[in-house]
C-alpha cells in the first residue's frame, strides 16, 4: 500500500509537545530506528534502542519529551509523552486507507432472511449468509463468506472480517472486532458416560460479547451448556484462543495467542494471560491477576497476583524454583559428599 | 431464544423418581442455583453446591434421589439418579429448537458435482461444494460454505457445520457432528531434507472418520501419508486440537481442547487427553490411559495409566514432585547448614 | 482413490540401485511393513523395522541397498539409496491423481475486481472472492471460498486450499501452498493502555511468503504493525501455528503443530520448534537452533543449540533435570537422614 504524508501532515496526526529539525521528506514508509531509510518515520518506542537514534536515517523520529539528541539535517525530531502512543495516531490514520469504508448495502450474493433486520449503513459482503431473526447494527460490516446465524444480534459499528461465523441466538454489542475464521457460538464439550459412551449433553446457552471487544483470528467461543458464555467490554483476545462454555470473561481482559480457558471459569476484569497458558475449568481468577506465558492455572488465583510455571505458582516463587532446578546435579553431588563426610566421621568417632 | 416448558412438560422429558412440591410456573429459562429467577429451572450437578439448593429461585430444581429438604411454597423439586443426565434431557429438547431439522434439498447457489450422490433426504446449504464422486448421506446436513471434495464419503445423519472442510476422498460414517471450520483431510507435514532443503513427501492417504464422533471448530485432522488416519466409533474432540498423519485414534476417545498428537501415534479405546496436552510421534497410548492438562507424553503409555507433568510421568509421582519443588529453596537452605555443621564437626573432631 | 501401477511403474519411478525377485502383482495400495498385503507396496524406512521385513505381504518393497534378505516367491525388492525418499517418489505420483492440475479460468459463480490480474494460466474456484488490484500468478489455484483481498500479490504456482484467507496487501512468490482454513494478515496483537482500556494500535504493516513455503490448516500469520512479518524461502509450518506480527521467519524453517511465535521475534534459517512449543516476543533464535516439542522458549538462542523445557535450557541439561526431579523424593529423605545422623554425631560429640 502506498502512503504519502507531508511533515506538516505527520505533525497535525501526532500534535507533539516540541519539535527540531525539519524535513523535505514525503513520508513512505514506517520502520524501526535501524532499518529505517529516508523517507521513513520511526520511532523510539523502547528505552533499550536509545543508542539507535543517532544513526538512523529515518526522516522523522517520534520521541519522548526528555529526549537529549539533536537531528541529523533533513531529519525532524518530534517530541511526544509517549513515542508508542504517537506511532498508534500514525497507524490509525494510515488503517484508513487500508480499510477504506465499505458502501452500505447488501451484496447481491448474499443470502438473507427475509426476517433479518439490515441496518441501512451496514454492509454485507458476498457469500455471507444472515438468518432468521438476526439483526446487524447500524454500520457493522460482514466482509465477504460470513455466516451469522438465526436469532443473531449484532450493534452498531461491528466488524466481522472474511469467514468469521457467529451461530444462532448469540449477540454482540457495539464495536465488536472479529478476525478471520473465528467460530462464535459452537457446542460446548460436554458429554455423560452412560453404558461405555460418552452421550453429549446438548448445549444451548449462547454467547454474549460486550462492547469493543476484539478477537484474533480462527480463536474459538462455546455457546453455554444453558445460560451464557460472556466476553467483557473492551477484553482483547488474540489468535487461537479457546474459551470453554459457561466462562464469564471479565471486562479489560487480555489473552494472548493460543490461551485455552476451560469450561465455567471466571476471569475478572483486568485479567491477563499470556500465550498458550491455560486454566482449569471452574476456577476464579481475581481481578488483574497475570498468569506468565505457557502457564498452567489449576486453582482459584488472587485479584492482582502473579502465577507462572506449570502448575502455576507466584512468579518470584517460580523464578527462584526454576533457578534451583538447574542447580539441581550439584545440589546430588553435595549431598553424595555430606553422606561420605557423614561416613568419615561416624568411623571416626566410633569408639 | 424463547423456551416455554410447563411442570408437566418436564417432568414428561425428566421422567423423576419421585416429586416434591408443585409449581405454577412455566419454564423460560435454565439457570444454576445460585443464579436462578422464578421461571427457571436449576439442578445439583455437584454436590459441592448443596447449601445452595435450600436458597435457590428456580421453580423446578432437579436433585439426586437422596437429597433431604423441601421446597418452598411455588417450588418443584425432581428427584433423579443423576441430575446431570435429567438436565441433558431437557437441554436435548430444547436443541430441537435451537437447531430445527432443515428441509431437505439442495440450496440453489449450492455446486455439486454431476457425478455426486446426495441422498434424497439430505440438505446442502447454501454456497457449498460438493465434489465428484461425492456422496452425502441420509439426512446428513451440510450447512451453509461447506466443501466437500471429490470422492468424499458421508454416512447417514452427519451434521456439518459453517465452514467444515472435508478434502478428497475422506470418508465419515454416520451420525459425525463437524463444528464450524473444521479441516479433514489437511496434508501431514512430512518431508525429507535433501540438499539443504525440505523436500515434501506428497500425503496421498485419507482420514476415516467412524460414527458417532463429534470434533470441535477450527480441529484439524491431516490426512495419512498414505493409508489412513482413523478416529474411532464414538470418540469426541474439543475445539483447535490437531491429529497428525497416520494416527489411529480408538473409540470413546476424549481429546480436550487444544490437545496436539503427532503423527503416527496411536490412542487405544477410552483415552482420555486434558486440554493443551501432546503427544510424540508414534507412540501407544494405552486403552483408557489419562494424560493430565498440559501432559506432554513423550513415551508410551500403559493402558489405564494416569500421566501428568512434562515430560509426562505417573500422576502420584508428578503431584508429589510438584510439591516438592517448591520446597526446593527450603532444601538448599537445609544442605547448606548441613554442610556448616559437618564442617564445625571436622574441626572438633580434628585432633 | 483406486490406484494401479504394474512392477515396471514403480521400477520407472524408484529407479532403483538393484532389484532383487519378481512380482506378478498390480500395485493397489501403499501399507507398512506390519499391515501390507499382496497387491501392496511396502518400504523400510526405519531399521528398527527392520524384523518386520522378512514376513511382509507386500508385494514391491523398497529397502537400502545394503539390505541382507531375499524376497519371497512374487515379492520384488527395490533397492535404493534411501526408501523414504524412494517412497516420496511413488507418493508424488500418487499425488497428481489426487489432485488432478484444475482448468484454468475463473468460476463464474467466483467475484473478481474489475481491476485485479488473474493469470490466463490461474484457476480462481466457486464462491472465490479476489479484491481490487489483487494479482494471482500463472498457474496458481484458488480452491473453492477461498478470500484474497485488495492489493494482495500472488506469485506463480501459488496452491490456495479451501477457505484460505489473504488479507489485503499481503504477498506471496512462488509455490506457496497454504491448507484450509490458514489466515494470512490478520491484525496484530498490539494495544496501548490508555485510561484504564487496551486502545487499539492499528496493525497496518503486511506480510511476506517466499517461495516453496508451506503453511498447515487453520495457521495464522498476523501483518505487521508497520513494515513487514516475513516468513522465509523454503520454511514448511505445520497445523494450528500462530506468528506474531513482526516476526522474521528465516529459511528452511520447520514449525511443528500449534506453535506459537510471538511478536517481534526472529527465527534465523534451519531453526526447528517441536509441536506446541513457543517463543516470547523480541528474541533471536540462532540459525539452525532447535526447540524440543513444548520448549517455552525466553530468551535468546544461540545459532545451532538446542534448548527443551519450559523455561527451555540446553536439551542435555533439561533431560539431567527431569530425571533428578523424579528423585527429588529420595533426595528430601536422605536430608532427613542426615540431619537425624548429624544431631545424633552433635550429641556423642558434646562433651
Chains 1, 2, 3 share one sequence.
Not at 152 to 161: I, K, R, S, T
Not at 187 to 202: I, L, N, S
Not at 220 to 243: H, M, P, S
Amino acid at each position: 500500500m502506498q502512503i504519502a504524508f507531508s511533515a506538516d501532515e505527520i505533525v497535525a496526526i501526532v500534535q507533539p509537545k516540541a519539535v527540531r529539525g525539519s524535513t523535505p521528506a514525503t513520508i513512505t514508509g514506517l520502520a524501526a530506528l535501524a532499518t529505517a531509510r529516508p523517507g521513513d518515520l520511526s520511532f523510539l518506542g523502547n528505552p533499550r534502542y536509545k543508542s539507535e537514534v543517532a544513526a538512523t536515517l529515518a526522516s522523522i523520529v517520534l520521541l519522548p519529551v526528555d529526549h537529549p539528541g539533536e537531528p541529523k539535517e533533513g531529519q525532524l525530531f518530534l517530541l511526544v509523552d509517549k513515542p508508542s502512543v504517537a506511532l498508534a495516531k500514525v497507524c490509525a490514520r494510515i488503517e484508513q486507507q487500508l480499510w477504506p469504508r465499505p458502501s452500505p448495502g447488501v451484496h447481491p450474493t448474499a443470502i438473507v432472511a427475509p426476517d433479518a433486520e439490515i441496518a441501512p449503513s451496514a454492509t454485507v459482503g458476498p457469500f455471507c449468509v444472515v438468518g432468521a431473526r438476526a439483526r446487524v447494527g447500524e454500520r457493522s460490516h460482514l466482509e465477504a463468506q460470513v455466516f451469522v446465524g438465526h436469532g443473531v444480534e449484532l450493534g452498531a459499528d461491528c466488524w466481522l472480517m472474511p469467514g468469521v461465523r457467529v451461530l444462532a441466538e448469540c449477540r454482540l454489542a457495539e464495536r465488536v472486532r472479529l478476525h478471520p475464521g473465528v467460530v462464535v457460538g459452537s457446542d460446548g464439550f460436554g458429554y455423560e458416560f452412560v453404558g461405555g459412551r460418552h452421550e453429549k449433553v446438548a448445549q444451548v446457552g449462547r454467547v454474549e460479547i460486550e462492547s469493543d471487544v476484539e478477537i484474533g483470528a480462527n480463536s474459538t467461543i462455546d455457546r453455554a451448556r444453558f445460560a451464557v458464555t460472556r466476553i467483557g467490554e473492551g477484553t482483547k483476545i488474540d489468535n487461537l484462543v479457546q474459551i470453554g462454555h459457561n466462562c464469564l470473561i471479565g471486562r479489560h481482559v487480555i489473552l494472548c495467542a493460543q490461551v485455552g480457558i476451560a469450561g465455567s471459569t471466571t476471569l475478572e476484569d483486568y485479567v491477563v494471560f499470556g500465550g498458550q497458558a491455560g486454566a482449569a475449568g471452574h476456577l476464579v481468577i481475581g481481578k488483574g491477576a497475570k498468569a506468565g506465558g505457557k502457564a498452567g492455572v489449576s486453582s482459584d488465583i488472587a485479584a492482582g497476583a502473579y502465577v507462572n510455571g506449570n502448575p502455576a505458582i507466584p512468579y518470584m516463587l517460580e523464578r527462584r524454583i526454576a533457578i534451583l532446578q538447574q542447580r539441581l546435579p550439584d545440589l546430588f553431588h553435595r549431598v553424595d559428599a555430606l553422606e561420605a563426610q557423614i561416613d568419615t566421621l561416624k568411623k571416626s568417632s566410633a569408639p
